[in-house]
Each structure stands twice: as C-alpha cells, then as structure tokens.
C-alpha cells in the first residue's frame, strides 16, 4: 500500500523560507515523479512543480520559478519542497502527490494516484 | 501554459440525479486529461484518468468522456457521498494545470 506522509503544520514569518517533506512508503520511489501542488484557504489547486527522482530533474510552475525548489532523497526515499520569500498570500494547504510511472527510457501514467495528507503552512507577521 | 476551464462554477443537485461537468482546454491535450474529487478537509482523490479510464475503487457511476479541448465528468445517479468539489486536470504539458474547480452542493 503506497503511502505518502507529510511533516507537520508550519508557522512562518513573511519573508522568510519553508520546507516541507514528503516521504513515500509502499512503492518504488526513484521510478515515480512527485508533485507539489497548494490549496490557498477557500481556493482551488494548484500545481507548483515535480520532480523525477530516477532523472535528478524538477520542473517549476513559471508562478513559482525562482522561489520553489523541490527536491528528493532517494536514499530516505523523500521529496522536499521549499518555498522561500514567502508572503501572505503563500498561507495554504500543501500537499505532495504520486505521479508519472518512468523507466530509464520512458514515463507513463500522467495522473495524481495517491496524494499526503497535507501540511498547512501559515505566513503571518 | 494551457488554461483549463470548468462549468459550472457550482451546482446544485438531488440525490438520484445525473450531472454533467464540463472541462475545456486552452488548447488541444489529446486524452490527457484527469478528474479529481476533494471533500472538505481531505486530500483530493482521483476519479478518471485519461480522460475515460477509471480509477480502481471508483464507483461505475462515474465516467469520463472527451477528447481535444473538450470533456465532460458524469455521474449517472448522484449518492449522498458524492456532495464535493471536481477538479479536472491536464498531463499533456509538463507544466500541469487544473481547472477553477466545481462544487456539487445537495439541493
């Protein structure tokens, strides 16, 4: 059973960084791409970046480009996401999602099959 | 970067109903093309994928339909655990994106 849990709540001050972890159980890490994607209060989904632990590679929403970097530990099996310069407007549910299946050749299965639980991370002065 | 667009915004129906929510593309994403249902307070879970497959575990009252810029979500019989918010989402671009979201509210 694949299970992706998060670390806990986070409270920071405007300005400063953020990261969150990621860390995956049940399945073959390295060969699965892992995407962020955050839940402002009341609002919809949206899709920060991934990465591709067997390819090293991380690609960023052009929203983010600059402030996000995602990364993974294959050793711990773990995917990181940290968001600096934060503002306000970055109070949100963040969540970490499975995606994309790929081989040393090719990837498949471009969904989201299993998401964590989401951690809340709050900017205020 | 492709801008998908749901309607309605939200909805309001009765247990037993069908309902239809559409999905349009910026531009053409082939069959690539997901659905997601959030219930307060959780995480999103997927429903189809592909744009017609569905997801193991998912209720058959639920299908996906749609290719090009076009797609639609349908429930055939709406249950009582049905009552959330839908989220289509696109896989053909790298950089994915997801739809404004509707939300399915008991009338």
């Known amino acids: 059973q694949v299970q992706l849990v998060q670390s806990g709540a986070e409270v920071k001050k405007p300005g400063s960084s953020v990261k969150v972890s990621c860390k995956a159980s049940?399945?073959?890490?390295?060969?699965?791409?892992i995407s962020w994607v955050r839940q402002a209060p009341g609002q919809g989904l949206e899709w920060m970046g991934g990465?591709?632990?067997?390819?090293?590679?991380?690609n960023y929403a052009q929203k983010f480009q600059g402030r996000v970097t995602i990364t993974a530990d294959e050793s711990t099996s773990t995917a990181y996401m940290e968001l600096s310069s934060l503002r306000s407007e970055d109070t949100a549910v963040y969540y970490c999602?499975?995606?994309?299946?790929?081989?040393?050749?090719?990837?498949?299965?471009?969904?989201?099959?299993?998401w964590g639980q989401g951690t809340l991370v709050t900017v205020s002065s | 970067d492709i801008q998908m667009t749901q309607s309605p915004s939200s909805l309001s129906a009765s247990v037993g109903d069908r309902v239809t929510i559409t999905c349009r593309a910026s531009?053409?994403?082939?069959?690539?093309l997901n659905w997601y249902q959030q219930k307060p307070g959780k995480a999103p879970k997927l429903l189809i994928y592909?744009?017609?497959s569905l997801q193991s575990g998912v209720p058959s009252r639920f299908s996906g339909s749609g290719s090009g810029t076009d797609f639609t979500l349908t429930i055939s019989s709406l249950q009582p655990e049905d009552f959330a918010t839908y989220y289509c989402?696109?896989?053909?671009?790298?950089?994915?994106?997801f739809g404004q979201g509707t939300k399915l509210e008991i009338k």
């Open positions: 999602a499975r995606d994309q299946y790929c081989s040393s050749t090719s990837c498949s299965s471009y969904y989201f099959d299993y």
């Open positions: 049940g399945g073959t890490f390295s060969s699965y791409a």
């Open positions: 990465i591709i632990p067997i390819f090293g590679t991380a």
């Open positions: 531009q053409s994403i082939s069959s690539y």
């Open positions: 592909a744009a017609s």
């Open positions: 989402q696109q896989s053909y671009s790298t950089l994915y994106s």
